[in-house]
């Protein structure tokens, strides 16, 4: 609990609210749900938000990248994760 309470003041105070950081982690998800989309940008991303592009990018760069990183990062993830789970190996 104390663990979580302290990840969770230090977060607040990189993105200097609560609602900043509750809009990312909701920005994030948005990413999470359309990662296999290839054409997903920035833009289109904040289109969905209903958020500006240069707030997206602020958000982002609070958290400590930017969203083309985001995005790759996450891309990889899940194909490392995919990779390695027993349910696609039928298809390899």
């Not at 938000?49 to 602020?58: E, G, M, V």
């Amino acid at each position: 609990f104390i663990l979580v309470s302290l990840t969770e003041r230090s977060a607040i105070q990189a993105f200097g609210s609560t609602g900043k950081l509750i809009h990312y982690q909701a920005i994030c998800q948005s990413i999470e749900d359309q990662l296999g989309d290839p054409a997903l940008t920035v833009g289109k991303i904040a289109e969905q938000q209903n958020a500006s592009l240069r707030y997206i990018q602020k958000l982002f760069e609070a958290a400590g990248q930017n969203f083309r990183q985001y995005l790759r990062q996450r891309r990889l993830e899940r194909c490392r994760s995919e990779l390695q789970s027993p349910l696609y190996r039928h298809l390899s």
